[in-house]
């Protein structure tokens, strides 16, 4: 069965010009970073604070911030799955157009697909922001203010609210990078879902307009996920061994 599907999921990626690879936590949890809903997940340790929360209370942003550094920390001593990978070795060979990612890690890029074919659209966790002027600021700079003053960092340059440029629950979509999700999506000739459980929305509608686009759909994923119904291929395996045979099978012809 698993060969089968890989030789059908070869046959679709080869043909296809302008794929699109649209990512969830699932293709980082090799990496080391741990997803939100499996066993020993974040949402298992910690209840996510929304945007309101954040922005209603010091003390709530202080929290935040200690329960972002820890996540960071993991991040920062994380390296590219087999999955990041074979995605840019399938955007080298050109099949892939475009990376759409939920995940916040940065490590579509450092696994070598270029920036400007990542869209991010729940942010970026490698630098923070002032929700005020936008102007940047290092998370080491924020890690610094807080063990100095015990308390949430200020914008240098307004004073205004600084927060890690991620896309909290409650919070607006970013408006350029789903605009830019959608035209790729509309663009696609294959749409690949990788580690994803395809339940946070409007994130999981761009599978759902790839289908009413009538492209083919893909599903890699170890459980089940509600769009499986909609798939033309579904794989509930893991991602590194699928990504890894799909590779060598492609590499091989
Ligand atoms: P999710 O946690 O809801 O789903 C991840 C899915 O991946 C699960 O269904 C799980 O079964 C599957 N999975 C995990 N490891 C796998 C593996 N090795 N092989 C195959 N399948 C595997 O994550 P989501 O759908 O991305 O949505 C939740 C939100 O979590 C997103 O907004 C994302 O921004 C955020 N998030 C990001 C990171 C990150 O940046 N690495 C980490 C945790 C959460």
Known sequence: MFDEDIEELAGLVQRARRAVVFTGAGISTESGIPDFRSPGGFWTRYKPIGFGEFL?????????????????????????????????RLYDMGHVSHV????????????????????????????????????RHEIAWVSDTIERTARPPACTSCGGIVKSATISFGQAMPEQEMADARAATLNADLFISIGSSLQVFPAAGFPVLAKQNRTPLVIIN???????????????????????ALLARIESA
Request: aromatic share 4%; hydrophobic share 40%.
């Open 56 to 88: 209603a209370s010091e003390d709530t942003r202080l929290e935040a911030w200690r329960r972002f550094l820890v996540i960071r920390q993991t991040i920062g001593d994380a390296k590219p799955s087999a999955g990041h990978i074979a995605v840019s």
């Open 100 to 135: 759409i990612t939920q995940n916040i890690d940065g490590l579509h890029a450092e696994a070598g697909v270029p920036a400007e074919r990542i869209i991010e659209i729940h942010g970026n966790g490698t630098f923070a922001k002032c929700l005020s002027c936008g102007l």
């Open 222 to 244: 170890r459980e089940e996920t509600g769009l499986d119904g909609l798939a033309d291929l579904v794989m509930n395996a893991e991602i590194g061994p699928v990504m890894s």
